[in-house]
């Protein structure tokens, strides 16, 4: 009885989902959240490389925020993904190796991901099947030989 309203959930977040860069955002904001992480690790595991002062928790506080943007406004998309890289490449310094290695890892691969991103629209086409497609439409429709020209 319940599953009819929950798959009609679901299938309304998968639309919602599909018209924006939902998985580049989501891992921009996972690599931001996981340096955060890395960066309240205790005494013995941190590596204390760089400045460690409000630049350790600022770069992957904004690169969760701009995760969360890329999500929910994906028109400046190319804007936030780019600051996005900016900002990960910027905790190899801040935040103990971009929290080893992985919020780094996530936080490109995230806003590369949203870089990427194209809504929907026609899938490209080579040349070749664009020529096939031509002769297939000729042969499809012959001309009707008409009058010669005298």
Known sequence: ?????????RSAFRRWRAARPFWGGLLLALGGAEILLSVRASLKVILH???QGLAGYLLPTLMLVLG?????SPAQRLFYSITGVM?????????NLGGF?????L???GSCMAFGWLPDQEPRRSRRQ???EAREAKA???VPPGPEPA
Not at 68 to 72: E, M, N, P, R, S
Not at 101 to 105: E, H, P, R, T
């Open 87 to 95: 900002l990960s490449l910027g905790t190899w310094v801040t935040s």
């Open 107 to 109: 936080g490109v691969a």
């Open 68 to 72: 969360l943007l890329i999500i929910f």
């Open 101 to 105: 290695f992985v919020g780094l890892m």
């Open 140 to 142: 499809a429709h012959p």
């Open 49 to 51: 490389v760089g400045m």
């Open 1 to 9: 009885m319940s599953g009819a309203p929950q798959q009609g959930m």
């Open 130 to 132: 664009r020529r096939r």
